[in-house]
């Protein structure tokens, strides 16, 4: 599944059945992979990110 903001609203929308390719297109990224940590972000980032993003 693909999570993406739709261009013409800019709400976030979701899409099921697609490619690996759309899905890494998306909005998801991968934080952990294998047990490691890939993308350490704090918890202040993340309410920036939301009330960024909050329509």
Do not use: H, P, Y
Request: proline share 0%.
């Amino acid at each position: 599944m693909q999570v993406f903001r739709n261009e013409k609203t800019g709400k976030l929308e979701l899409k099921d059945q697609c490619t690996w390719a759309e899905e890494a297109e998306g909005e998801l990224k991968t934080v952990f992979k294998d047990g490691k940590l890939l993308a350490d972000v704090s918890l202040s980032e993340i309410r920036e990110r939301i009330q960024k993003n909050i329509l």
